[in-house]
Nanobody, 122 residues
């Protein structure tokens, strides 16, 4: 199972970006998608939560992006999205997706994507 994040880039302050992250693997391996999350890590800082969505669709957001970002998921496509608006230079970071995935039985394993760079210029 792999998570592939995309959608990062360079944007001016006040602009918007939409990040995507898709889970892939053989059809027989992924039996259920659990939670999805987006985290970010800026140089010299700890990784922090950006947004999280449960399998039932409940969401929560980090204080720094609350009101400016929306997380959503497409279960059929095994994909999560993060719409970020009113971007600020302090949003500059590498953004990582995270997912809880079941590959059979009752266990759920946490997977991480490779990260996508978001740079916001002032």
């Amino acid at each position: 199972v792999q998570l592939q994040a995309s959608g990062g880039g360079l944007v001016q302050a006040g602009g918007s970006l939409r990040l995507s992250c898709a889970a892939s693997g053989s059809a027989s391996r992924i039996t259920a998608m659990g939670w999805w999350g987006w985290y970010r890590q800026a140089p010299g800082k700890q990784r922090e939560l950006v947004a999280h969505i449960t399998s039932g669709g409940s969401t929560n957001y980090g204080d720094s992006v609350k009101g400016r970002s929306t997380i959503s998921r497409d279960n059929a496509k095994k994909t999560v999205y993060l719409q970020m608006n009113s971007l600020k230079p302090e949003d500059t970071a590498v953004y990582y997706c995270n997912a809880g995935i079941s590959t059979g039985g009752s266990s759920v394993v946490s997977y991480w994507g490779q990260g996508t760079q978001v740079t916001v210029s002032s």
